[in-house]
């Protein structure tokens, strides 16, 4: 910086608050530094529910886990990244909403199966 001066003209706060980036907000989301689409995603989890929560940490228990029933989880992420944890988990997951991405998921699975064959 060469120079600077103190401007008199002042920036309207509706207009300053409209382009802030809410950089904690983001990182919540971005829990896998895979970014992509923002998404809602609701699954059963028939691992240690804490890790879910841990690794998603906008996320909720929509039903508990009993010895019956897996866990019902709500999380709020990026796609890409989601969806690669999702898939770390093997069979302890079963993706329930989105339909987009659920497809995405079975899609996903086939190309890996293929790899096999």
Do not use: C
Not at 63 to 74: G, L
Not at 100 to 114: D, G, P
């Amino acid at each position: 910086i060469i120079d600077y001066h103190i401007s008199q003209k002042s920036i309207p706060q509706s207009e300053w608050q409209a382009h802030q980036w809410n950089e904690g907000l983001t990182k919540k989301k971005l829990q896998l530094m895979y970014p992509g689409k923002n998404v809602t995603i609701l699954f059963e989890y028939r691992g240690v529910v804490e890790a879910a929560l841990d690794k998603f940490p906008l996320s909720k228990i929509v039903q508990e886990k009993t010895d019956q029933q897996p866990a019902v989880i709500e999380v709020e992420a990026y796609d890409t990244g989601a969806m690669m944890w999702l898939l770390s988990q093997k069979d302890m997951v079963t993706v329930l909403e989105p339909e987009w991405f659920q497809e995405q998921m079975i899609t996903t699975l086939q190309k890996m199966l293929s790899n096999y064959q």
